[in-house]
């Protein structure tokens, strides 16, 4: 499984469109994914503004757009993140059809203001 954090906001947008789209694959060409063990430290860097979010958990295997493993692209390079850049990323070059997404988990900051486990 592969996971991409998103705003609830996006979400539903997604689902009345019956496709997932990203700023970023306009701007990039890519939907930046995550494995489960990066999720929360990948919240809590890029999403700390945010006071819930949604995680789609996606399977690969049902995924219709190529899925890349690449280093991680950082949205400020001038900025230094929290982020190990030896660690490969998923990437999906395309939008994400619904059907590929299992499940739904949503994440809420706890009361020091930090996304958690999930």
Same mark, same amino acid.
């Given at each position: 499984?592969?996971?991409?954090?998103?705003?609830? @906001?996006?979400? @539903?947008?997604?689902?009345? #469109?019956?496709? =997932?789209?990203?700023?970023?694959? @306009? !701007?990039?060409?890519?939907?930046?994914?995550?494995? !489960? /063990?990066?999720? $929360?430290? $990948?919240?809590?860097?890029f999403? /700390? &503004? =945010?006071?819930? %979010?949604?995680? %789609?958990? #996606?399977?690969? *295997?049902?995924?219709?757009?190529? $899925? +890349?493993?690449? /280093?991680?692209?950082?949205?400020?390079? *001038?900025l @230094?993140?929290? #982020?190990? &850049?030896?660690? +490969?990323?998923?990437?999906?070059?395309?939008? #994400?059809?619904? *059907?590929?997404?299992? !499940? $739904?988990i949503?994440?809420? +900051? *706890?009361?020091?203001?930090?996304? +958690?486990?999930?």
């Open positions: 499984m592969i996971f991409h954090i998103t705003t609830p @906001e996006t979400w @539903e947008t997604a689902q009345l #469109i019956n496709k =997932y789209e990203s700023t970023s694959l @306009e !701007k990039e060409g890519f939907i930046h994914c995550s494995t !489960k /063990s990066q999720v $929360i430290n $990948i919240a809590n860097t999403y /700390s &503004d =945010y006071e819930q %979010l949604i995680v %789609l958990e #996606i399977n690969p *295997d049902k995924l219709l757009a190529e $899925i +890349k493993w690449e /280093s991680p692209v950082h949205p400020n390079p *001038d @230094e993140y929290n #982020i190990n &850049d030896t660690e +490969k990323l998923p990437h999906v070059y395309g939008v #994400i059809n619904l *059907d590929a997404v299992e !499940k $739904i949503y994440l809420c +900051k *706890d009361n020091q203001g930090l996304f +958690k486990t999930f």
